[in-house]
Each structure stands twice: as structure tokens, then as C-alpha cells.
């Protein structure tokens, strides 16, 4: 398994009202009044335009836990090949590496183990509209929306991950993403185990991909 499409680009997430800061403002005030402290390691994935640079970098800011992500990661540390302009990441090399760090954020395509794996979801018509603002082939954009119809993602994670800690969230709003993923932390979340799940499989998403 290669490391995948490049992560998600920040102008990619939509329905926002308000700008970077006052986003900023909302979400440190937040955590101000929540009395959170974090020491863990968070996987944050899903497929490519669920918002997971994004959504990880802010995570790590306001947690202040390091920002990795799993492609420059593997550029900066290994001497990995390259095809298609792709890196092709060792997963095993990786994950031996990853499991020395502590106190860090991986936003990867490729699930590597962590405390707890965040799968970012997202309905497939949005999926739809911001994998076309990326401007991604018609080839490679259904590809990633059967790959979110059909629930890739999850089944990658499960072969890491017990499913006490696996956690799925809807990636269509910045801050409701934000404060869901840190009241999963503070351990308010609803795991795979107890039944959060998106079933983006119907006949009006397949629809998508075929016309």
C-alpha cells in the first residue's frame, strides 16, 4: 500500500461562516473551560478530502501534541522509493518508528497504531464536490468515493485497532469536528464498538459513481 492521494488541503473544508480566528477564538475558549489534558497518541485518517491535515493540525495546536504527517514523515526519516511522484512507505518500517514517539498527532491515509484512531467520514455528494475543487481525475475521484461508500477505511483501521477504539466522525464542520473529536478524548465519544457507524452505502451514492 502506497501513502495515498496528498492530505487534505485546508481550503477543501467548507461550511464555515466565520474565519480562521474567530474558529480559533471558539475553540480555545472551549478547551479553556473543559480541563482537558492530553498524553496519548492519536491516529487521525479517512480518505483523501475528510478534512484530516485540517482537522489534525488544529487538534495539535490546541492539545499541544506534535503534528506528524505519515507522507513527510516518511520523506524526512527514510529512503523510501518513489513512483508516480507517490511515496511507497514501508508500513512495517514506519510503525516501528511511529511507536517510539509519544504525544503525537499522525494524519495518515495508512492507519499506524495509536491510542485511538479517529476516521474522519463524510457524505459522498460533499466528498464529491471537494475532491472536484482539487481538480482530481474522474478516474481517482470515484475511486475515493467507493472507497468512503464502501467503508475502506474502517475495515484498514479494524486490523490495528479494537473496535473500543475506533471513533467515527462526520468531517463537515470544522468547529463540530473539532469539539467531537475532544470529547471522545475526554471520554464522552461513542466507539464502532457501541455502534457509531455512517452507512454511506444506498443506491443515490452509488448513483454517484456511476453517472
Do not use: W
Request: include cysteine; proline fraction near 4%; glycine fraction near 6%.
Amino acid at each position: 500500500m502506497n501513502s495515498g492521494p496528498p492530505g487534505y488541503q485546508p481550503d477543501a473544508i467548507t461550511n464555515l461562516s466565520h474565519g480562521p480566528m474567530y474558529i480559533t477564538e471558539i475553540l480555545t475558549t472551549y478547551l479553556r473551560f473543559s480541563f482537558i489534558y492530553v498524553v496519548m497518541k492519536l491516529l487521525v485518517t479517512g480518505v483523501p478530502g475528510t478534512g484530516k491535515t485540517l482537522i489534525s493540525k488544529k487538534l495539535a495546536e490546541l492539545l499541544n501534541l506534535e503534528y506528524i504527517n505519515s507522507g513527510e514523515y516518511a520523506k524526512d526519516n527514510f529512503d523510501f522509493p518513489v513512483e508516480e511522484e507517490e511515496i511507497i512507505i514501508d508500513e512495517v518500517q514506519m510503525g516501528n518508528k511511529l511507536e517510539e514517539r509519544e504525544n503525537i498527532i499522525i494524519d495518515s491515509h495508512i492507519p499506524f497504531k495509536a491510542d485511538k484512531a479517529i476516521i474522519l467520514r463524510c457524505n459522498p455528494p460533499i466528498l464529491l464536490e471537494r475532491l472536484r475543487e482539487r481538480r482530481y481525475s474522474e478516474d481517482k475521484i470515484k475511486d475515493n468515493l467507493l472507497s468512503e461508500i464502501l467503508d475502506y477505511e474502517i475495515y484498514a483501521v479494524k486490523e490495528l485497532f479494537s473496535e473500543e477504539d475506533i471513533y467515527e466522525v462526520l468531517s463537515e464542520s470544522v468547529e463540530d469536528t473539532i469539539k467531537e473529536i475532544i470529547d471522545i478524548i475526554k471520554g464522552k465519544g461513542k466507539s464502532l464498538k457501541n455502534g457509531n457507524h455512517f452507512n454511506f452505502l444506498t443506491e443515490d451514492n452509488i448513483f454517484l459513481i456511476e453517472k
